[in-house]
């Protein structure tokens, strides 16, 4: 139980498009939702906190207006990258936890690996 | 502010031997949980174990085992008989004390694990 799926897994898109990475709870309600951003030979970094019907909170440093957090449902949180430019390839994960699983457990979804041309 | 500490950014050790990495926190909650995941070259996130601050008791899996010492603020990790398939990235994370839900996964930097046959 508690799988997260990513989608997709990797996405080339052009300089100044937009690209939407899916984070989906498969078998379980995900009442938070966690992105992070990982650099190559580097450490994941949280890039915002989403709860369910609210406001994505953002870490410091981490443009919101860039980086559009949605998470609609128990199930399903969207990261939209505008306008993407080439220092935005990385990868990307998220994770979610729910009200009925362990608490202090976050569940990571296997990742999306963007590359801005 | 949490922080976690890994000091070694890799390590290379022949099949069969016994590795230990190494893992140092900062936290002034007096009620947290320290996590291990390996990420193999795939990018996906495997949880290996979960300790919150009150079991110091040390814990084996198989191949894995995890010494907590409380007093010198480390949760390190040991592969006992290293195989091939141990080679990885490992983190060592930290999560926040409570905050109904929400509470952040700090990560250390990692230590690439090679193991050569």
């Known amino acids: 139980g508690a799988v997260v799926s990513q989608h997709p897994s990797w996405v080339i898109c052009k300089s100044g498009t937009s690209v939407k990475i899916e984070c989906r709870s498969l078998?379980?309600?995900?009442?938070?939702m966690f992105w992070y951003r990982q650099f190559p030979k580097q450490s994941l970094m949280l890039m915002a906190t989403s709860n369910e019907g609210s406001k994505a909170t953002y870490e410091q440093g981490v443009e919101k207006d860039k980086f559009l957090i949605n998470h609609a449902s128990l199930t399903l949180s969207t990261l939209t990258v505008t306008s993407a430019h080439p220092e935005d390839s990385s990868f990307y994960i998220c994770s979610a936890r729910g009200i009925q699983i362990q608490l202090y457990e976050q569940y990571f979804g296997p990742g999306t690996r963007l590359t801005v041309t | 502010a949490q922080k976690v500490t890994q000091a070694q950014t890799e390590i290379s050790v022949v099949e069969k031997e016994d590795v230990t990495l190494d893992c140092v926190y900062e936290t002034r909650d007096t009620t947290y949980y320290l996590f291990w995941y390996k990420q193999p070259p795939s990018g996906e996130l495997v949880f290996l174990i979960r300790?919150?601050?009150?079991?110091?008791q040390n814990e084996i899996s198989g191949r894995y085992s995890w010494n907590f010492q409380k007093s010198t603020s480390s949760f390190n990790f040991t592969i006992t008989a290293s195989q091939v398939v141990d080679s990885a990235v490992y983190f060592c994370a930290l999560s926040e004390t409570w905050r109904g839900g929400s509470e952040k996964l700090v990560f250390g930097k990692g230590t690439k694990l090679t193991v050569n046959p």
């Open positions: 078998d379980f309600q995900a009442t938070t």
């Open positions: 300790r919150n601050s009150f079991d110091e």
